[in-house]
């Protein structure tokens, strides 16, 4: 059997992050840990970009904008929508996801979900960085991985494998 698994090395990687302004008491928290995940596995700081979008339901047009630019490897949405009283909450969530996972499919460009989706502020903040971890580093994390595994798969044409 063959297997491809994808490694975390970011050495000569360009990656794009897409980041909400609303509930950035969230989303920078969330940009923070992306952005370290980064550096600390060897992608180099001029090889990461980040754009800041009003809200959630912004966040596919940008990575669309990004992705077509052919500059990046792999793309970053980062986000925070937070249930309140009214069904917006579903709107947005619904709207946000389907646009993002439209946009990877339709370019090929790898797209990490960042976006946190939360039944309160206190759930948010818990995975910005305290308890739970910081989000923002798991979707690069992530996006490290799918870099590796796209490229393994344009390779196995040619024979070579990780």
Known sequence: MIEYRGDMRGEGRRFGLVVSRFNDLITRPL?????DCLLRHGVAPD????????????LPV?????????????????GAVIR???PHFEYVSSGMTSGIAAVGS????PISFG?????????????????????GWDAALAALEMVSVLAQLSDSGSGERA
């Open 31 to 35: 940009l923070t840990g992306a952005e």
């Open 47 to 58: 090889a990461i970009e980040a754009v800041w979008v009003p809200g959630a339901w912004e």
């Open 62 to 78: 940008a990575l669309r904008a990004l992705a077509t630019t052919g500059r990046f490897d792999a793309l970053i949405a980062l």
């Open 84 to 86: 309140g009283a009214t």
């Open 106 to 109: 339709e370019t090929g460009i």
């Open 115 to 135: 976006v946190l989706t939360t039944e309160s502020i206190e759930q948010a903040i818990e995975r910005a960085g305290t308890k739970a971890g910081n989000k």
